[in-house]
């Protein structure tokens, strides 16, 4: 055994480090050498931007004031100025929007002049409007829009618009 | 430089001296690999284990001195923790017992053409790390009981019981293959 087992020592005493390793190690020593000779780099670099903060802005001194030159001067008459008045903050009132014209509907060709009538609002599908030839409006397609309904004496729908303000 | 000892070499080596690092790596990289090789018995591993050692050598070489020990003892004790933490942490062995036994390796399926020697180099990974440990410093790197034992940190004793049964626990698992081949 002791025969066999020297002769497995002698076959592991051949065994070495790989031979790039030495490079890494020595390329890491000279790395680590150049960062200990290079310690006062960062110090200084940040004293550097400290120094730029914290340079004093240049005072500049005031020029020389020259001496008062005195003169007898007559005063002025004084006058009493107007008070200013600042005018009134007028405040533009909203200009009412004018009524869009009643379309006729059904059967009416035009919208007749009626001695008496009414009208109510309602709700159409936007649709409706477009079918008129009316102003659809922004709003979703499936919303309805409001709308005002002028009915005949006999109760009958003569015509229709949008209410006004509607988009 | 290259006549001088590890120890006259330590004031260069904390000044990070290349040519100081360069004789000491040269002369101590392959106890190391082959401490690491016998530990873990990877290539890679034991590659990595001796970077780490030389590395723990450029960090903390300036607080070596020669009165507190070899450099050589230094580098096996930074050696040993590695392999220690890795074996911890792959889990590949236990723990470091002496009673524990590795796998079984069959030499009659593996190396029937083979001489004995080829099975003793297979049988040998199979042994408890305790026993690969101080046949790497005593057969191997030819150290004394005393210098194993520094770096085994353990007693003498224990370093040469452990020797003796790691002897015998390979004549126990080659004596079918020797009684065959005879």
New interface residues.
Partial sequence: ??E??????E???R????PG??A???G???R??WE?RMWFAAPLAAAAVIVLLWRPVATVAPAPVAAPVVAVVKPAPVVVAKAVVKPKRVVAKPKPVAPEPFVAVGAWQAVEPIERGRIVRAEVPRATLASYGMPVGRGRWSEPAPVELLLGEDGTVRGMRVVPGFQ | MVNRTDEELLPALAKGDEAAFTVVYRRRQGAIYRYALQMTGSAETASEVTQEVFLALMRQGSGLSAERGSVMSWLYAVARRQVLKLLAVERRYEAMGEDEVGPMVDPREEFESADLRAQLRALIPTLPPAYREVLALCVVEEMTYGEAARIAEVPEGTIRSRLHRAKAMLAERLAPAARRMA
């Fill in positions: 055994m002791d066999q087992l020297r002769e497995w020592a076959e592991e005493r065994q070495m480090a790989p390793l030495e890494v190690l020595l890491k020593l000279r680590r050498r200990r």
